[in-house]
């Protein structure tokens, strides 16, 4: 059955329009959890407030859960969903600017427009950055090319590459995230913000 | 007034969401993404987009002739702004608009610890966002497209790139905690 547009179920222009409303859902849920807020996102990095983390591994395991069970009920085929791929040295470099950008601006790129929809001048800031750094990406490319394209390894899936099947690292990750979510109670008991 | 009086001395509320029932729902958002269009949620990727149709728009013979824009016309057909994640967007900001109205937090304002100015503040998140516009570039996604998205369908590459994005932010906090604490 799913995906639905990759089966042809849905045409290409319901797809796009799906894919407003799930936008819909996507920001409003991320404002609800607080994610339209720099300073409570930030707050993962000193530990007054962990709500990133919370939500961030909660919402990854329940979609990741949610997709092993669609496969085996037979409701989508996990061959046609997109695994990204990777380029291991552009996944490390990039996810490391992306971390300085993070301590920096204290918004990441969807939290800033929902930081932006609610009023919040930062992040309307922090987008016009954004787009200077694209636009920085796109004009000076040549620089860039023989990184972004290194090390390319495919589509990979971790529990492949770990020699486990996809249930049992499931089961893996969410033991590590509860673990987590442990930790994350106890660190905003150690490190309180009042205010902020 | 004296009512109101009576409110602001109440025990604070956040006036958030529970964040483990928060994050349920983000993973059904996901899930759902998956279901309907075979791939996750995004939001650099419609950034990519706007910058690939303006500057067709407004120089399409430095376009045309540009590798970049090139191979992204390889790997996408159409109109740039004819895209999954640009439509997604425009929901993202729909929905972050009703969320914030809903709870009366609809308000025009830089948000920055009492320690710093509003213009430091507004400096550090234009440096920012050029740093994760940079990165979100080479990691083929940010923290909702590569990290989030990829951990979901288990993509090795996803999740080097999460690690990499919390470890960096990580390993700068201590210098830029004045802009926070």
Redesign the interface.
């Known amino acids: 059955m799913?995906?639905?547009?990759?089966n042809d179920i849905?045409s290409s222009n319901t797809?796009?329009?799906?894919?407003?409303?799930?936008?819909?859902?996507?920001?409003?849920?991320?404002?609800?959890?607080?994610f339209?807020?720099?300073?409570?996102l930030?707050?993962?990095?000193?530990g007054?407030d962990m709500?990133v983390l919370?939500?961030?591994?909660?919402?990854?395991?329940?979609?990741?859960l949610?997709?092993l069970f669609?496969s085996l009920f037979g409701?989508?085929d996990?061959n046609?969903?997109?695994?990204?791929?990777?380029?291991?040295t552009?996944?490390?470099?990039?996810?490391?600017?992306?971390?300085?950008?993070?301590?920096?601006?204290?918004?990441?790129?969807?939290?800033?427009?929902?930081?932006?929809?609610?009023?919040?001048?930062?992040?309307m800031?922090?987008?016009?950055?954004?787009?200077?750094?694209?636009?920085?990406?796109?004009?000076g490319?040549?620089m860039?090319?023989t990184?972004?394209k290194s090390a390319n390894?495919g589509?990979?899936?971790?529990?492949?590459?770990l020699d486990l099947s996809?249930g049992v690292?499931?089961l893996i990750?969410v033991v590590v995230a509860l673990g987590m979510?442990y930790a994350a109670e106890w660190v905003e008991k150690k490190f309180p913000?009042e205010e902020? | 007034m004296k009512e109101k009086m009576e409110t602001t001395n109440q025990p604070k509320k956040?006036g958030?969401?529970n964040?483990?029932i928060?994050?349920?729902?983000?993973?059904?958002?996901?899930?759902?993404?998956?279901?309907?269009?075979?791939?996750?949620?995004?939001?650099?990727g419609a950034?990519?987009s706007?910058?690939?149709a303006t500057?067709q728009t407004v120089a399409p013979k430095y376009a045309a002739s540009?590798?970049?824009?090139k191979e992204y016309h390889e790997e996408h057909a159409g109109s740039p702004l004819?895209n999954?994640?640009v439509?997604?967007?425009?929901?993202?900001?729909?929905?972050?608009?009703?969320?914030?109205a809903l709870?009366g937090?609809?308000?025009?304002?830089?948000?920055?610890?009492p320690k710093i100015t509003s213009r430091r503040?507004?400096v550090?998140?234009?440096?920012?966002?050029?740093?994760?516009?940079?990165?979100?570039?080479?990691?083929?996604?940010?923290?909702?497209?590569?990290?989030?998205?990829?951990?979901?369908?288990?993509?090795?590459?996803?999740?080097?790139?999460?690690?990499?994005?919390?470890?960096?932010?990580?390993?700068?906090?201590y210098f830029?905690?004045k802009?926070?604490?």
Not at chain 1, 128 to 135: A, C, E, K, Q, S
Request: charged share 10%; with cysteine.
């Open positions: 799913g995906p639905l547009a990759v849905i797809n796009f329009f799906l894919a407003f409303v799930i936008g819909i859902g996507f920001g409003f849920v991320l404002e609800q959890c607080g339209s807020s720099s300073r409570k930030a707050g993962l990095f000193y007054y709500v919370k939500v961030f591994f909660t919402g990854g395991v329940t979609a990741m949610g997709l669609f409701w989508v996990l046609l969903v997109y695994v990204n791929p990777t380029f291991l552009s996944a490390i470099v990039g996810g490391l600017v992306m971390g300085f950008g993070f301590i920096m601006g204290g918004f990441c790129p969807g939290t800033s427009f929902c930081g932006a929809a609610i009023g919040k001048i930062d992040a800031i922090f987008i016009v950055g954004l787009f200077i750094g694209v636009y920085f990406f796109a004009f490319y040549p860039f090319e990184l972004y390894m589509s990979p899936k971790i529990s492949t590459m996809d690292f499931a990750l979510f913000r902020y | 956040s958030y969401m964040p483990y928060g994050g349920v729902l983000l993973g059904l958002v996901l899930l759902a993404a998956n279901f309907v269009a075979g791939r996750g949620l995004g939001a650099s950034i990519k706007v910058v690939v500057t540009t590798k970049y824009f004819k999954w994640l439509f997604q967007m425009l929901g993202v900001i729909a929905g972050g608009f009703a969320s914030g709870a937090r609809l308000k025009f304002k830089v948000e920055h610890s503040r507004l550090f998140a234009l440096l920012g966002g050029i740093f994760f516009g940079v990165g979100s570039q080479l990691g083929r996604g940010c923290t909702s497209g590569s990290a989030l998205s990829g951990m979901a369908v288990l993509s090795f590459g996803g999740i080097i790139t999460m690690m990499a994005i919390f470890g960096g932010a990580y390993a700068l906090a830029f905690r802009n926070w604490i």
